[in-house]
């Protein structure tokens, strides 16, 4: 006896593939949005040291910093707990007690790495908001002329907080190797893979659009408050006359 195909159970399995996979939502659009301004204008801020041409874009960069810093600890302080500063500050306390059980497992592969880890990214993030105390305020004061041994301060933190933030990618880099998966990635999507609830109950997007919004509101303020602009004539007339040479040799 013949029987027709079973359409809908044949389908089963396309439907299958064609469902996303299931994701968490674990980062809020402020915390992320707080991040990559942060690394862009410490970027800018370090690219930007050099030079009289640049330094109203230099200080506009490091003023948006402690900006920014301020923003960070206000909303750790009163945001959603996930973003709350406790959340480091409990990883950072466990770590008297994970370095006392690396003496204490009896193999290399009882040791709980992955708290390891956890441990070295608190402690990176940590590092950077605490040294943007100092970078700022001995920023200000060369600029302001207070002392010219603030410039060596200055440049001594400008260096060591390029160093934990080279050190945080490379870490960052090698879990994703060691997992197999971009652990950075969240900070970009807020999401990771896999079923269960949400870690953030609200995505906030609003606050991120107005954090972002008022950090150009300042550095377009900082550009009409100066005659010619955050960037020097000097400074486009060199780029440009870089740009021509490098034209004129190819």
Same mark, same amino acid.
């Given at each position: ?26 980062? $809020? ?11 862009? &204008? /410490? ?6 040291? $050099?030079? +009289? ?17 301020? /923003? ?31 003496? &204490?497992? *009896? ?43 603030? +410039?060596?301060?200055? +440049?001594?933190?400008? +260096? ?65 408050? &100066? ?15 870089? *740009?021509?040479?490098?034209? $004129? $040799?190819?």
């Amino acid at each position: 006896m013949h029987t027709a195909p079973d359409f809908n159970t044949a389908a089963q399995p396309d439907a299958a593939r064609a469902m996303p996979a299931p994701t968490r939502l674990v980062i $809020d659009a402020p915390t992320r949005m707080f991040h990559w301004l942060f690394a862009l &204008s /410490f970027v800018g801020a370090y690219l930007t040291a $050099d030079g +009289e041409r640049w330094r109203l874009l230099h200080v506009t960069l490091g003023y948006t910093l402690a900006g920014l810093l301020a /923003f960070r600890v206000l909303y750790g302080l009163f945001g959603p707990r996930q973003a709350g500063l406790g959340q480091l500050w409990r990883k950072l306390t466990g770590a008297p007690a994970w370095l006392r059980s690396l003496t &204490s497992v *009896q193999s290399v592969g009882a040791v709980n790495w992955r708290q390891g880890q956890n441990l070295l990214m608190a402690l990176a993030v940590v590092a950077l908001l605490v040294m943007v105390v100092p970078l700022t305020l001995s920023g200000y004061g060369s600029y302001s002329d207070w002392g010219g041994w603030l +410039e060596d301060v200055h +440049e001594f933190f400008g +260096e060591a907080f390029l160093a934990v933030v080279l050190g945080h990618i490379a870490l960052i880099a090698g879990l994703s190797l060691l997992r197999r998966k971009n652990q950075a990635l969240p900070m970009l999507t807020g999401r990771v893979d896999g079923p269960g609830p949400h870690l953030v109950k609200s995505n906030r997007g609003w606050l991120a659009v107005l954090l972002l919004a008022a950090a150009l509101a300042f550095g377009a303020w900082q550009w009409r408050q &100066s005659p010619s602009g955050l960037v020097s004539g000097q400074a486009w007339s060199g780029l440009l006359a870089g *740009q021509s040479g490098h034209d $004129d $040799d190819d």
